[in-house]
């Protein structure tokens, strides 16, 4: 499975951008996808998830209302709505594919990463 991460760039505090992933070379649709974000001098966290079938989400709290993760599973693509952005938000943002197989909190697959800058 190869992932791509696209859609960043350069916003102002209280804007918005819309991330997303598009998948090729597997069952898109068994695959639960999670957004991560890593900004310097800081260690990778999670943002935001979605399930292979669509119907779970997790939210990181950090996120919570300003983030909205979505699924089109006949385009092969995961979308993160973001607003509202905050400085703190700068980071480079990947996402990252996990097998149903995959127990745990492990990603089998991860895409190469795209810059988010929120000006302040």
């Known amino acids: 499975v190869q992932l791509q991460a696209f859609g960043g760039g350069l916003v102002q505090t209280g804007g918005s951008l819309r991330l997303s992933c598009a998948a090729s070379g597997g069952t898109f649709s068994a695959l639960t996808i999670g957004w991560f974000r890593q900004a310097p001098g800081n260690e990778r966290e999670l943002v935001a998830t979605i399930a292979w079938t669509g119907s779970s989400t997790y939210y990181a709290d950090f996120v919570k209302g300003r983030f909205t993760i979505t699924r089109d599973n006949a385009k092969n693509t995961v979308n993160l709505q973001m607003n509202f952005l905050k400085p703190e938000d700068t980071a480079v943002y990947y996402c990252?594919?996990?097998?149903?197989?995959?127990?745990?909190?492990?990603?089998?697959?991860w895409g190469q990463g795209t810059q988010v800058t929120v000006s302040s």
């Open positions: 990252a594919a996990q097998k149903r197989t995959t127990t745990g909190s492990r990603y089998d697959y």
